[in-house]
């Protein structure tokens, strides 16, 4: 009797701990999504002191900025997913290669200039001492995505070696 007592509250441990994971990991869904972008304009508007008709403006000409990342993050990820689908074929020509490689690379260019331009609205709508805090904000991020992208330094830890170089 002890047995099935101890694994039944096993089981319902189990139960309640996969529930909590399922809920926080797939539930939840991407972690971008309206409320992180609200949570980036609040931050802007903050941290560069907007007054009223300042924030006014910048939400009025924001509005749409958001839903146009996210279409062009999907047509991205549905071109890759063509692209890597075509790992499973026997035969691959280069051509298909380098069109759908073409296309990411348009989608993802127009994403740089809608990002660029969102910037460009944003220091347009600030005044002198605005757009100097601005410029730093801007520069801190750009470093630390940049860090972001680099692999941890050597530091002499045995089993991490580059790459051997390519043949010519």
Known sequence: MKKNTILYVLLIFLIAVNGFFLFNY????NAKGPRESQQN???IIE????????IKQFRKKSKGHHKTMMQMSDDVRKLKDQLFGTLSNDIVS????????????EKE???EKEIFYHFKMIRDIANEEQREKFNNLLLDAL???????????RDGIEGH????????
Do not use: H, M, V, Y
């Open 41 to 43: 304009k609040e931050f």
């Open 143 to 153: 470093r630390k995505d940049d860090r972001g992208n680099r692999p941890p330094p």
């Open 26 to 29: 797939i539930g939840k869904g």
């Open 109 to 111: 260019k127009e994403k």
């Open 94 to 105: 280069e051509a298909t290669i380098d069109s759908i490689s073409n296309l990411i690379c």
């Open 47 to 54: 941290e560069l002191g907007f007054d009223a008709s300042q």
């Open 161 to 168: 070696r580059p790459p051997p170089p390519r043949p010519n």
